[in-house]
C-alpha cells in the first residue's frame, strides 16, 4: 500500500518536472521577440557598419568600436537634442504630478459646490487624446508664436488630456485615505494647503510614483507632437532625431543611428532594471486605476 | 469656474463680506477646492475643451494654410469626406490594424499571464523579460524592428538558419500591417500582461478547488471560472488598447509611412498627412472629427458591453 502510494507521488513529480521544463521552454522561446530586439540594437551599436549586415547575424561584436557613437555627435546635434528631451520630461513630469496630484485632492477630499460636475468636466479629457486636438492645438500654438519652441510639448501633456488620467490616479488613491489622519492634522492647525502637503502627499508616494513613471515615459516617447510643432534641428527631441540620421540619399545611416537609439534608451532601461518592481507595478497601477 | 461665483452666497448683508464672520472655515475650503483644481480645470478647458470646440469650426471651413483663405463652405469638407476614395482603404486599415492589434494583444497578455501564474520559479525574470519593450524608447525599439524586418535584415537571418525563406516584411502589403501590429503588440503587451496577472492572483483559490472537486476539467475552469472572475480587467484593457490603438502614429511613420501604397495609412497618419503635409487644415479637422466620432463610439459601445458581458464588478 505504502510503496504504490509513493510510486503514484513519484509518478506526478515525474511528470510535474517534464511540464516545468515545457514550460520553461515555452518561456523561453517567447522570451526571444521581446529580447533580441533590445539586446541586438545595443550590440549593434558597437559594431562595424560591415559587420551590422553580416548574415547570419552576430550576436555579439567581433571588435567592439565606440566609433559610431562619437560620428553621432558629429552629423546632428545631439547633446542638444538630448538635453531637450531630457529638461522636458523632467519639467512635464514634476508638472504633472503638482497639477494632477492638486486636482485628485480637491476633487477626493473637498467637498465644493459642483464638484461632480467639474470632474466630469475634467473627464471629458479622456475621451480626447492629443491626436483628435491636433490641428487646432497647431493653429492656437500659431496665434500664440509658440510654434517651433518646446511650449506645445510641455503645456499640452502638463494641463491637457494626458494628466487627466493621472489626476483621476491621484483621486482614486486619495478616495481611500482615511479620514482620521486629516482630523488629526487639522488638530494640529493645518490648513487645507498643510493638509495636501504635509498629510496627503507623503502618504501617497505609490500613486505619485505611478504617475511620475507614466508621464515622464509619455514625454520621453512623443512623437507626433514634436514632428508636428518643430523644425529646427536643434530644438528636435530624441524620438524625432532618431529618424534624421540618414546619409545623403534618404537612406538611414544605421551604426550611427543604431548609436543614437541605444543612448535615447539606456538611461530608462537602466532606471527600469533598477526600479523593476516601482516600475512595473507603478505602470499597471496606471492601467488598473484608468 | 463661472459657478465658483454663482455658487457662492450672495450673503452681502449679513456677515459682511470680508468681516470676520463671513470668512468661516467652511467658505475657506471651498474656496482652497476651487484652487486645488483650477490649474487641472483651466487646462482641460484650454487644451482639451476649446480645441474640440475649434475642430468643429474649421471642419465647416476650406482652409489651406499655404494657399491662404478661410471661408465657410457649410458640410462641404463632409461632403468630401463622404465622396473621398481613399476613405474606405483608410477605414479598413484602421479597423484591420486595431482589430489585429486588439486581439493579438489581449490574448498573448493573457496567455503570458497564465504562463507567470504557475507555480514556477523565475516567473520574474521572465515578467521582467516581457515587460521590458515598455521601457524602450518608442522610436528606438521601432527604428530596431524596421531593420530586423528588412529583406536583409535580423529576422530573415534568423529565419535562414532553419532554411526557411522570409518575405521582404515592410514592402508587401499584408505583411506590412502583419509587421506593426506585431512590433507594436511586442512593446506594450507587457502592460497587459501585469494586469491580467493581477487579475488572475485576485481570483479565489476556493473557487478551483471547489470545482476540481466536482470534476471540471482545467479548460472548464478556465472558461467557468477564470474568464468571468477577470472579465472586468479584459474590458478595462480592451478599452484602453483599442482607444489607444487609434493613436498609434510614430510605429506607422517609422515603419512604413503609410504603406506600401497606402495599405497601412491608418486614419491618425491620414489626418496628419492631409494636415501637416497637403496643410489641408479644413479637411484634417474634418478627419479629427472622424476620429473622435469612432473613439466616443467604440468606449460607449464598450462601456454598454459591461452591463452584460461582465459578470462581476468590484
Known sequence: MRTEHTKAARLTTARSRRAKLALYGLLCVLAVPFVFPTWWMVTSSLKSAGEIFAFPPSLLPAEPSLEAYGRVFEFAPFAAQYWNSMYIAAIVTVGTLAVSSMAGYAFARIKFPGHNLLFLVVLVGLLIPSEVTIVPLFQMFNALGMVDTHWPLILVPVFGAPSVLATLIMRQFFIALPGEIEEAGRMDGLGRFGLYWRMALPLSRPALGAVAIFSFLHSWNLYLEPVVFLSTPEKFTLPQALTQFTDAYGGPMWDVQLSAATLSALPVLIVFVVAQRQFVEGLAHTGLKG | MTKAVADTPPGREQPRPGGPGWWTARRRDRLAGYLFAAPQLAGTVLFVLLPLGLMFWYSLHDWNVLAGGFTWTGAENYERLAADPALPGVLGATAAFSAGLVVLNLSLALVLAILLNQRLRGTI????????????????????????????????????????????????????????????VLKNVGLNMVLFLAALQGVPKELYEASTIDGAGAWTRFRRITMPMISPTILLTSIITVVGSLQVFAQIDVLTSGGPGTSTTVLVYYLYQNAFQFHDFGYGATLSVLLFAIVLVLTVIQWQMRRKWVVHED
Open chain 2, 125 to 184: 525574470v521572465f515578467r521582467t523579460i516581457f515587460f521590458s519593450p515598455v521601457a524602450v524608447t518608442l522610436v528606438a525599439w521601432t527604428i530596431v524592428w524596421r531593420f530586423l524586418l528588412q529583406d536583409d535584415g535580423g529576422v530573415n537571418g534568423l529565419l535562414s538558419t532553419i532554411g526557411a525563406e522570409g518575405p521582404n516584411w515592410l514592402r508587401g502589403e499584408a505583411t506590412a500591417m502583419a509587421a506593426v501590429i506585431v512590433v507594436q
